[in-house]
């Protein structure tokens, strides 16, 4: 269920939704409305291995406002801080933005509960646009969830500003881990092998032990007791 507007701006007030700094005029029906940065980050030409971490340049926007090249992407990022440790968060463009043929996010409109931070917006156009620091750009929505929550803490919690990928930090924890486990298994590999247990002793055995005496058998030394009679 999507809370309301009335309601998103009741939630900033008790602390249970951060939204800094809070403009009670972008509040919108069942979403608020947030603001472009003027901060931003492309990557530097070449391939992009999901394995490495690719660098990237900064961008600054001025007063003159910035043109967005087609098919370019550009990690943008709100300038407010925003999240909550009770709602599920989504955000979208504003329609006036999406009519304009921009997108400001590729495929990850999904927030995590427990993520505080500014958001990274994902800016694609289709055409030539000039945008601006401080516009509106796009909204955010606030979801009630159902079941135990989980918080958030993963790699881009608290951003303060635009982050590019860190899937590669993935890769690099899982090839922590490989070695971690090779490293154990080695370690086992070198323990030295359990002595092996006695031999048996078979019921033939014991029949060919003599009645007046002992034997030994395998190393193993049987004793019978001689029966006296009083």
């Known amino acids: 269920m999507i809370l309301t507007g009335e309601e998103i701006s009741h939630r900033v007030q008790t602390g249970e939704i951060v939204i800094t700094p809070f403009l009670p005029e972008n509040v919108n029906p069942n979403s608020y409305n947030f603001r472009l940065h003027s901060h931003m980050k492309v990557y530097e030409e070449g391939v992009i291995d999901i394995k490495e971490e690719k660098p990237t340049q900064d961008i600054h926007i001025g007063p003159e406002g ?6 370019r992407l550009y990690l943008a990022s709100t300038i407010e801080t925003m999240g909550s440790t009770h709602f599920v968060p989504t955000y979208a463009a504003r329609s006036s933005i999406a009519r304009l043929g921009m997108f400001i996010n590729l495929s990850a409109s999904l927030g995590d509960i427990g993520f505080i931070g500014r958001w990274t917006i994902q800016l694609l156009a289709v055409n030539r646009i000039r945008l601006y620091a401080g516009m509106n750009i796009g909204q955010m929505m606030f979801w009630n969830v159902q079941g135990d929550i989980r918080l958030y803490e993963g790699k881009y919690q608290g951003a303060k500003e635009a982050f590019s990928s860190r899937i590669y930090m993935d890769y690099a924890k899982a090839a922590v881990a490989a070695a ?4 154990a298994q080695q370690g086992a590999d070198a ?40």
């Not at 910035?66 to 098919?71: A, G, Y």
């Not at 971690?180 to 490293?183: G, P």
């Open 66 to 71: 910035i043109v967005l090249e087609p098919m």
């Open 180 to 183: 971690a486990a090779a490293k």
């Open 191 to 230: 323990e030295p092998a359990p002595e092996a247990a006695p031999e048996p002793v078979t019921d033939e055995a014991l029949d060919a032990v003599s009645h007046t005496g002992t034997h030994a058998i395998s190393d193993t030394r049987i004793e019978r007791p001689t029966l006296r009679c009083a």
